[in-house]
């Protein structure tokens, strides 16, 4: 059943000595793998730029759009020596750019909505000095804020489209831009929000846990339309804002959540799906990981990480999808489950895994996986994949794009 969905992966597992052909004792990679990343990255992206020409001009989110192509242009500026000219951030600038004279405000979360356009156009043209521009993209971002923080309003709360992807927003602008450009009490009223919508849906259903979430009247778990990407998204908030929560209402969902995990360490995608069939960001074991890892450094219990490091055996089982190399449904994807237990472990064993799955995304093209239906966009297609390469050369700093704050 799983077969199918992934490529058995004969990648030789972690041993030091197989780690040592990519990592030096310090934990650091080895000059000879960093230049070939570096020339694979400079590789796919010419591809790219042919690529994205073809994109939608319409598309404005983050998910397939132009914006996501100049999200990754500012990565490769901030981390790839090669690309550390104002010219890159002019070719950022390129991308976003014919959005923002006629923007109409839809959807308020980062990935699938405008404000991930201005959050980024935001921190882009704050770093190109065009400030008032800059300014205005923070207005526009901060004309969501009364629907999202209104417990009224009928509005969703998960990160593609909902509340926790727009508090991805304003933790990014308030990280990027400036901190004094958000303050706490927006934050915490859209905190407030997600929580009331929370406790009132597992009220009314009586539910087991103390929060509950839905989406398109399904109870998804997972990090794009779930409970673990919401739960994810309130950890990483700053620690005062959401205390009273944690032990009463965050902790007894996340460990419900727990319960329902697969013996294979996978996690469903619904409430209504007992099947283990998707190791993916989006549904099942790699959004998991991100969360677990959280939790463990929130609440310090040891029982997360067990349980992060079982999901990620599972990911490097059933991680090599036949869907391809993106990062919501896709290998570039499920590799930051071992970036993220690395960066919370420093365990090698993780850096190697990761650099296994970037290995296997450097071919790109070559393993007969699908490809996508937006080839160059950076959710589904190549700009993500180049964007996951370009995290390997900084695993200490990587951070999934639109979800970790950092
Ligand atoms: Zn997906």
């Known amino acids: 059943m799983s077969e199918s969905r992934s490529i058995r992966n004969e990648e030789e597992d972690y041993s030091p000595a197989a780690a040592s052909r990519f990592i030096t004792d310090d934990g650091e990679l080895q000059e000879d793998f960093k230049k070939d990343l570096e020339t694979e990255i400079s590789r796919l992206c010419i591809k790219l730029e042919k690529k994205a020409d073809e994109m939608s001009r319409s598309d404005s989110t983050v998910y397939t759009g132009h914006p996501g192509i100049a999200f990754l242009y500012m990565h490769l500026y901030k981390n790839v020596p090669t690309f550390q000219k104002f ?35 935001a921190v882009l043209l704050n770093q190109l000095n065009m400030k008032e521009k800059a300014e205005d993209c923070v207005k526009n971002l901060l004309k969501f804020h009364r629907e999202v923080s209104d417990i009224d309003d009928k509005m969703c709360d998960e990160v593609l489209y909902g509340r926790a992807g727009y508090l991805f927003s304003l933790l990014y602008v308030k990280t990027h831009y400036d901190s004094g450009a958000v303050s706490s009490a927006a934050i915490e009223s859209v905190i407030e929000a997600i929580i009331t919508s929370g406790k009132g849906l597992a009220l009314e259903e009586k539910s087991d846990l103390p929060l509950s ?33 944690l032990d009463t209402l965050i902790k007894p969902t ?77 290998v570039a994807g499920n590799g930051y489950a071992f970036l993220e237990l690395f960066r919370t472990t420093r365990d090698t064993k993780y850096l190697y895994r990761a650099i296994k799955f970037g290995q296997f995304c450097m071919d790109y093209g070559q393993h007969n996986c699908r490809t996508p239906d937006r080839p160059a966009s950076l959710f589904e297609g190549l700009a993500g994949t180049i964007y996951y390469l370009t995290d390997l050369l900084n695993a200490k700093r990587a951070a999934f794009p639109g979800f970790t704050v950092s």
Not at 286 to 295: D, E, I, M, R, S
């Open 87 to 121: 010219k890159y951030l002019k070719t950022a600038l390129s991308h976003v750019e014919p959005f923002l004279s006629n923007i109409k405000l839809r959807k308020p979360s980062f990935v699938c909505g405008e404000a991930g356009v201005l959050a980024v156009s």
């Open 213 to 245: 979430y839905k989406w398109h009247n399904k109870h998804y778990l997972g990090a794009a339309h779930g409970m673990c990407g919401i739960l994810y998204m309130l950890l990483q908030t700053r620690r005062e804002l959401i205390e009273e929560y």
């Open 254 to 330: 996340i460990d419900g959540l727990m319960s329902l995990r697969f013996p294979s360490g996978n996690y469903p995608s619904s409430y209504s799906n007992n099947s283990d069939k998707l190791v993916q960001w989006c549904h099942g074991a790699t959004g998991f990981v991100l969360l677990l890892c959280k939790a463990y450094e929130v609440f310090d219990e040891q029982k997360y990480l067990d349980a992060a490091h079982d999901a990620a055996d599972c990911v490097w089982d059933r991680g090599l999808l036949r869907k391809g190399y993106g990062l919501c449904h896709g």
